[in-house]
Structure formats: C-alpha cells, structure tokens
T-cell receptor, first 113, second 116 residues
C-alpha cells in the first residue's frame, strides 16, 4: 500500500535558525496536505498543494510539491518558539476516489530560546 | 458546533471490556474519518464515511473494531474485547466535501484510550 515517509524524525534548533522537513511518497500523489500538531493537541491543517512543482508561502513557511508529485518539503525561516510541534505531511494517492489521507510519521520540532 | 467534538476525552478500559467512542462532526460536513494515532506516530487511517455510507473500512485492525454513522452526522467507533495494543489516541476528522480533494480535514481533540 501507499507509504509516506518523513525525515528527519526530530529536529532541535535555536530560535532564529531555519528548519526543513522532507516528505516522500512511495506512489504518485494527487495532492499533499501539511498539518501541525502542538503537544497534547490535534492535527491542524496548514496548507494543500495540488500542482506539480507548486510552491506556496505562508509568512515564514514555504511549502513545495515535487515535479513528480512524489515528494514535498516544508521550510520555516527564522524559527520562533511558537513553531514548536510535530509537522505532518499527508498525501492522497493518485486515482483515489475520495480524500483518504496517508500521513507520514511526522517531524518533531523543538525550538530553544 | 464550532468544531469536531469527541467524547470521552480519556477512557481507561480493562482488557476485555467493550468501549464506544463518539464523534460529533462539524454540521454539514459530508465526510467523516476515523484515525488511530499511537504515541510518536502519525495518524493511521481506520475508516471513512460519506454521509451514512461507510465507503472504506480497510484500516480497521480487526473485526473487534466497528464504526457507524447511522444518520450521516454523529459517528461511533466501537471496540469489542479491548486489548493492550488498542491503547492509542483515536482521532475523528470531518471535511465539507464528499470527494475531499480540495477539502482539508478538521480534527477533533481525540479520545485517549488506555487498556490496562
């Protein structure tokens, strides 16, 4: 079945440093979504990418979807303590008739002030 | 309501007991998903409803797991004869569209199940 892998599993940064997490799918995706889960909380939707090579920005966050629609990345510029949490990518396999998301295992980000 | 509501928030069950977890999705949302999240892992798909129809139950780990959404709104996930490996957070999510390619999931706070 479809597998979605994320690296790294953990990332510790000093406040102000940049952070990147990478997501790779075993199959071509129709789209990819990113979620953030704060400690003790539930996943919260950040963004969706649909087009091959798509790049979207949200303030300090930059999301990319690979040309082959099998990989994606999230880059945070100048991290802040409010960025702490687990970042998940979640993909919908191509040809799926509904939005069944397969989640990666997440990257846990800690930010030291 | 304003968001997806799940109850109970925490559940402790003795091994062998049956449990029922409730999900109240956002009003008007067609799609409803159940996910299982083990500690330190990403959510794992369990089952999907479009209105009252259960279109995919391929993620249910065993026949001890049963889900329903009889009126296309509230959903219940039932686990019979609970085992220790069932301990996890059970997340419910809803989305507006039926084929939710462009519709993000709205998650509830989850039910943390601990089987002793």
């Amino acid at each position: 079945g479809q597998q979605v892998m994320q690296i790294p599993q953990y990332q510790h940064v000093q406040e102000g440093e940049d952070f990147t997490t990478y997501c790779n799918s075993s199959t071509t995706l129709s789209n990819i979504q990113w979620y953030k889960q704060r400690p003790g909380g539930h996943p919260v939707f950040l963004i969706q990418l649909v087009k091959s090579g798509e790049v979207k920005k949200q303030k300090r966050l930059t999301f990319q979807f690979g040309e082959a629609k099998k990989n994606s990345s999230l880059h945070i510029t100048a991290t802040q303590t409010t960025d702490v949490g687990t970042y998940f990518c979640a993909g919908i396999a191509g040809g799926t008739s509904y939005g069944k998301l397969t989640f990666g295992q997440g990257t846990i980000l800690t930010v030291h002030p | 309501g304003a968001g997806v509501s799940q109850s109970p928030r925490y559940k402790v069950a003795k091994r062998g007991q049956d449990v029922a977890l409730r999900c109240d999705p956002i009003s008007g949302h067609v799609s409803l998903f159940w996910y299982q999240q083990a500690l330190g892992q990403g959510p794992e798909f369990l089952t999907y409803f479009q209105n009252e129809a259960q279109l995919d139950k391929s993620g249910l780990p065993s026949d001890r797991f049963f889900a329903e959404r009889p009126e296309g709104s509230v959903s219940t996930l039932k686990i019979q004869r609970t085992q220790q490996e069932d301990s996890a957070v059970y997340l419910c999510a809803s989305s507006l569209a039926g084929a939710s390619y462009n519709s993000p999931l709205h998650f509830g706070n989850g039910t943390r199940l601990t089987v002793t």
